[in-house]
């Protein structure tokens, strides 16, 4: 099983930049995919980018694509989101969450172990 620790969340004005990070631990076939998710008060959890740990490949969702960066570091086994030109619309909880599918999938259903969560406040 994997284990997952958010952390690098806050309160950020509109424009500025965080990174997030993803400590994952446990058995490493749990996590093929890695993914960020994030959820705002009263919406569904929606996917915001995934990457493959075994090459690197990434997918975004629209919405991000452009500002978000996703990336791995295998030897801290870590997964960063580095996230610029924030908007008000982004504040939400942000998730990581690992995937035992060789692709990487936008669906929460197919995640099976998730982080706590970190909040991001973007002020407008």
């Known amino acids: 099983q994997a284990q997952m620790v958010e952390s690098g969340g806050g309160l950020v004005q509109a424009g500025g930049s965080l990174r997030l990070s993803c400590a994952a631990s446990?058995?490493?076939?749990?996590?093929?995919?890695m993914g960020w998710f994030r959820q705002a008060p009263g919406t569904e959890r929606e996917f915001v980018a995934g990457?493959?740990?075994?090459?690197?490949?990434?997918y975004y969702a629209d919405s991000v694509k452009g500002r978000f960066t996703i990336s791995r570091d295998n030897a801290k086994n870590t997964v960063y989101l580095q996230m610029n030109s924030l908007k008000a619309e982004d504040t939400a909880v942000y998730y990581c969450?690992?995937?035992?599918?060789?692709?990487?999938?936008?669906?929460?259903?197919?995640?099976?172990?998730w982080g706590q969560g970190t909040q991001v406040t973007v002020s407008s």
């Open positions: 969450a690992a995937s035992t599918m060789v692709a990487i999938t936008s669906s929460p259903g197919y995640y099976d172990y």
């Open positions: 446990g058995r490493t076939f749990s996590r093929n995919v």
């Open positions: 990457i493959r740990w075994s090459s690197g490949s990434t």
